[in-house]
């Protein structure tokens, strides 16, 4: 199957005649990577399942404005991420935590978590990670895992580049003292 651009999923979307198809595009190139990183924020399959659709509902009502500023990703990427956020802050507000506390939550049940693989180098990282602030976890996991570029990170974010370098890099530090200080297996 050949790849898609994103001008032409954008020119089919704005054609009458070939919407539907446009945004079946949309979702065949995008609906993993936007699962991903959403999973990444809120931890749980179902939580991800949940604020996809949302992302999506919002990504679509909002396709038409898209001025092409930005790559498509990236604007994507940005609802993603709030929406994340949002659910993440609504939800702790509700167990009346922090959204912090709730990510160290939700970590601790990755083992229950039939979608999650119990791989102990896995788990450790996912601890790591909960244990960042809710913006450093974001930025790490853009670039650690996505390889999102830093100024791409910035556009999604509304940062600027050298705060998201300072932040990975920072991420990045705390990480690895975090799995050294709790490391219970041999790391290669």
């Known amino acids: 199957m050949r790849a898609i651009s994103d001008q032409e999923i954008l020119e089919n979307i704005n054609n009458p005649q070939r919407m539907q198809l446009g945004y079946k595009q949309l979702v065949q190139c995008y609906s993993k990577r936007i699962y991903w990183q959403v999973r990444k924020l809120v931890i749980t399959h179902e939580d991800a399942d949940d604020v ?26 940005r609802i993603a991420y709030n929406e994340s956020m949002t659910w993440l802050n ?25 979608y999650f693989t119990e791989d102990e180098v896995l788990i450790a990282l ?11 976890r974001e930025i790490f996991n853009m670039r650690y895992y996505d390889s999102i570029k ?15 370098k300072s932040s990975y890099h920072l991420a990045a530090k705390k990480v690895e003292q975090f799995i050294k200080t709790h490391q219970t297996i041999e790391l290669d």
Request: hydrophobic letters at 40%; aromatic letters at 8%; zero cysteines.
């Open 52 to 77: 996809v659709q949302n992302v999506f509902i919002k990504i679509f009502k909002g396709i038409k404005n898209f001025k092409g500023d930005s790559k498509l990703s990236t604007w994507m990427y």
């Open 90 to 114: 609504k939800k702790a507000r509700s167990m009346q935590i922090t959204s912090e506390e709730l990510v160290q939550k939700l970590t601790q049940n990755l083992t229950a978590d039939v």
């Open 126 to 136: 996912q601890k790591a990670l909960a244990s960042l602030p809710d913006r450093q």
């Open 150 to 164: 830093f100024s791409e990170i910035a556009q999604i974010l509304e940062l600027s580049e050298g705060a998201v």
